[in-house]
């Protein structure tokens, strides 16, 4: 990296926010994942959109993180920058039934700042570990919930550091997936519309949702939650069960015994051997019932 470039850089962000070396495995629930070339905690809304402009224009490598829960990092690391939202970018605003939230913000907040507000709506989202922006590119959701049924609007920034307020039809969300999964927009900030509800009844309702996750996911592991899609007329996770393959191993990456639509870390697991788990998974369900598992989990850097 040149050396004007690191100095735009440390200006936008100030020295102690660009990390070198960064071990990604510290930053992904899957706490797996080689290092950052650089890792920078973002300050504020400018220089995101500063350094989206910048690198987009110069073709400079960059990854946007969330809470890194999402993804698979691969052991040879990122090249380029890593731009962390989660570090600074986390204000969240209420007004009337509306909540705004900048693109860093964990869902846990959102939904416990809606809960104290007596807000409905963000119940299903209280329990997943992302970030605001990493559910709304993932339209992420739970127990009948996502982030399409409460997204009122989404302010980005694109390329050329030009910032927009899309829509919630805008947005083109569908199964896990939005417009941001095809165009090079980066999440700011979004305002959600919730419904005036009973505080007691929307507490109930996350407090069951977290008991069903307790008893039915390995929260006890590091995973990035479920590891394939919903493939059509399945469950990834009764497909991998009926396939034999509970409680299967490669190195440090088992397929979950409490719930095999969970790849899990069961201790010093490379990113390679999870890659190596999803590939046997996948080939031996498509040979036995002839469905293509189609990967949630992102592959970032290099493997
Ligand atoms: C135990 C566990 C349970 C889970 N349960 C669920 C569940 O019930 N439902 C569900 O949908 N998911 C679930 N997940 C998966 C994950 O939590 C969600 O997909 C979450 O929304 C990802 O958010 P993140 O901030 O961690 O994104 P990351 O993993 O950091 O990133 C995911 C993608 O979003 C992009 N991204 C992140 N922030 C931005 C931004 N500001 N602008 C543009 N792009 C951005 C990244 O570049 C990347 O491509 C679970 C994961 C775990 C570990």
Known sequence: ?????????????????????????????????GEAEYFVK??????????????????IPFFVLGNGSNILVGDKG???????????????????????????????????????????????????????????VMNAGAYDGEMAFVVESVTVVDANGVIRTLSNEEMQFGYRTSILKKEAYYVLSTVLKLQTGERAQIEEKMADFAARRREKQPLEYPSAGSTFKRPE?????????????????????????????????VGGSSAADIVDLMDEVRERVEKQFGVTLEPEVIRVGDF
């Open 1 to 33: 990296m040149n050396k004007e470039l690191i100095e735009f850089v440390t200006q936008l962000v100030s020295n102690e926010n660009l990390l070198m070396h960064e071990p990604m495995k510290n930053h992904t629930t899957f706490r797996v994942g």
């Open 42 to 59: 973002l300050p504020d809304v400018q220089a995101f959109c500063a350094l989206i402009k910048r690198f987009s224009e110069e073709g």
């Open 78 to 136: 990122i090249p380029g920058f890593v731009l962390d939202t989660s570090a600074f970018l986390t204000d969240i605003t209420v007004e009337g039934e509306r909540i705004t939230a900048q693109a860093g913000a964990l869902l846990s907040k959102v939904a416990n700042t809606a809960k104290a507000q007596a807000l409905a709506g963000m119940e299903f989202a209280s329990g997943i570990p992302g970030t605001i922006g990493g559910a709304i």
């Open 233 to 265: 007329g399945h469950f990834a996770g009764k497909l991998i069960m009926d396939a034999g393959l509970r409680g299967f191993r490669i190195g440090g990456a088992q397929v979950s015994e409490k719930h095999c639509g969970f790849v899990i870390n």
